[in-house]
């Protein structure tokens, strides 16, 4: 098929009257973008309530715990001086 019979061919599909369109199609479509959207966000809100419960346990944990603080010492020193 050569540019000018593609060139034709849409020409043709082009000229055609638009195909009907099912009654209800556009309420069904409405109906099911607006469930998406309500998962969508729902999912996000679960995520951030999950990020805060994450980063207030790791705070907890490192307030409790401190990390950052050398443990003490298990043994004593040598007493040298007697």
Same mark, same amino acid.
């Given at each position: 098929?050569?540019?000018?019979?593609?060139?034709?061919? $849409?020409?043709?599909?082009?000229? *055609?009257?638009?195909? *009907?369109?099912?009654?209800?199609?556009?309420?069904? $479509?409405?109906?099911?973008?607006?469930?998406?959207?309500?998962?969508?966000?729902?999912?996000?809100?679960?995520?951030?309530?999950?990020?805060?419960?994450?980063?207030?346990?790791?705070?907890?944990?490192?307030?409790?715990?401190?990390?950052?603080?050398?443990?003490?010492?298990?043994?004593?020193? *040598?007493?040298?001086?007697?």
């Amino acid at each position: 098929m050569n540019r000018a019979e593609r060139e034709a061919a $849409a020409r043709r599909i082009l000229e *055609q009257a638009a195909p *009907q369109v099912p009654a209800g199609l556009y309420d069904e $479509a409405v109906r099911r973008g607006g469930r998406m959207l309500r998962r969508r966000a729902l999912a996000r809100r679960t995520l951030w309530l999950l990020l805060c419960a994450a980063v207030l346990a790791f705070t907890v944990w490192a307030l409790t715990v401190r990390p950052w603080v050398e443990p003490p010492s298990q043994t004593t020193p *040598q007493v040298t001086d007697w």
